[in-house]
């Protein structure tokens, strides 16, 4: 089952500015024992509010082309264009100069995998240091996923161009926003979330507060870049299953390759590996899968983040016994594993946040944004 055009009606369900967030912080941070080289270097965004021109003039049939620097993760906003063999689309920004590199990243129309719908399937990032003059950086072909993020070279440059050269089956594209952010120093403050639709439901930038705007709110020196790569249906074994992207099960080497340049990786699955499981009999299997995982990342350069599991009530279920899951993470920890926010501990004081006992309401997509602002708060200097 395809859950991103689910996940785009419930997260615009989810994004009134006045949803409600936890009544309290759970106990303390739970990073709060992070090392001071564990904090985050900031990746300066650059592109909010320039100057942008494209193929199209100042609007396409997806409004101003001024919103995809907008800060405002719209549906029904941003660049939309056709794509063919005689009109390849582009959206140029002025950055100013300065950087020495940059990261650029896109969320299109489309799911998190397999679908490209209006996304860029073939495309390449073009930078130019007066706007006349424009070199090719980086080239894309086959893109599959709706969102990306690349690391280019940007000394001397002033503007950057993506230029589309291939969309999907629709035979057009409609990018929601692009981004660029100072990578000068690295891409330390960039985050995958990968998960289950409980993730995919509270993670995605159509969220009004998301993640992002939270972290930038605390601490303005930063605003991270946050991907939402959480897929409906998915656990730990679809991580690593040896069919490359069947039905929905996205291999993790995948990942890795689709977002070399991102640093932090959030792994939050566990809902599906548990099910209805009232005796705690699949904890073994899930704690052999996600240290496979966790070896994985590391071995990819990766900070890797896992909250606890979110306390649920599967329909016709007498309940589900978390504590040997959440051990599994918890044993994670001497492996230099950050523990996110226990949603074990906050979904079991507040089921109402659960509109069918397993995926979160308004208020609890809410409180899951605020409650990973306050576990990730101790990174941010």
């Known amino acids: 089952m395809r859950w991103f055009a689910m996940v785009l009606t419930a997260a615009l369900g989810a994004c009134a500015p006045g949803a409600a967030a936890p009544d309290a912080t759970p106990d303390a941070p739970a990073i709060a024992d992070a090392s001071p080289s564990d904090q985050l270097t900031a990746n300066p965004l650059l592109s909010r509010g320039r100057p ?77 240091p007066d706007g006349a003059t424009w070199h090719t950086a980086l080239t894309v072909t086959g893109n599959d996923t709706n969102a990306r993020a690349h690391a280019i070279d940007f000394t001397g ?40 639709s409980i993730t995919a439901m509270a993670m995605n930038r159509y969220v009004v507060p998301d993640l992002a705007t939270r972290l930038h709110a605390a601490r303005p020196d930063h605003t ?20 490359p992207e069947a039905n929905g099960r996205v291999p993790l080497d995948t990942w890795i390759a689709r977002f070399p340049d991102v640093r932090n990786v959030v792994v939050a699955y566990g809902t599906n590996d548990a099910g209805c499981d009232p005796t705690g009999a699949g904890a073994p299997a899930f704690a052999a899968n996600l240290g496979r995982i966790v070896d994985t990342l590391r ?12 306390w ?70």
């Open 52 to 128: 942008v021109t494209s193929s199209e003039g100042a609007s396409s049939s997806a409004g101003p082309v001024a919103s995809l620097v907008d800060g405002a993760f719209l549906i029904g906003d941003g660049f939309a264009a056709p794509v063919d063999a005689a009109h390849a689309p582009w959206v140029a920004i002025d950055l100013g100069a300065g950087p020495s590199r940059i990261l650029v990243t896109f969320l299109a129309e489309g799911e998190v995998a397999h679908a490209p719908g209006r996304t860029p399937v073939d495309y390449h990032l073009e930078t130019s």
């Open 157 to 196: 440059q002033a503007h950057v161009r993506l230029v589309i050269d291939r969309a999907g089956a629709t035979g057009d594209v409609h990018l929601i926003e692009l981004e660029a952010y100072d990578a000068s120093r690295g891409t330390d403050d960039t985050w995958l979330f990968l998960g289950d």
């Open 224 to 243: 991270p870049l946050v991907i939402d790569a959480a897929i409906g249906g998915s656990q730990t074994s679809f991580a690593l299953a040896p069919d």
């Open 299 to 310: 071995a990819a350069g990766k900070r890797i983040v896992i909250p606890h599991i979110p």
């Open 312 to 381: 649920n009530h599967w329909s016709g279920c007498a309940g589900t016994d978390l504590v040997p899951y959440d051990a599994a993470i918890d044993a994670l920890r001497a492996r230099d594993v950050l523990a996110g926010p226990d949603l074990t501990t906050y979904f079991t004081a507040h089921p109402d946040q659960l509109f069918d006992g397993v995926h979160p309401d308004d208020a609890g997509v809410a409180a899951i944004n605020q409650l990973w602002a306050d576990a990730l708060a101790p990174l941010y200097p």
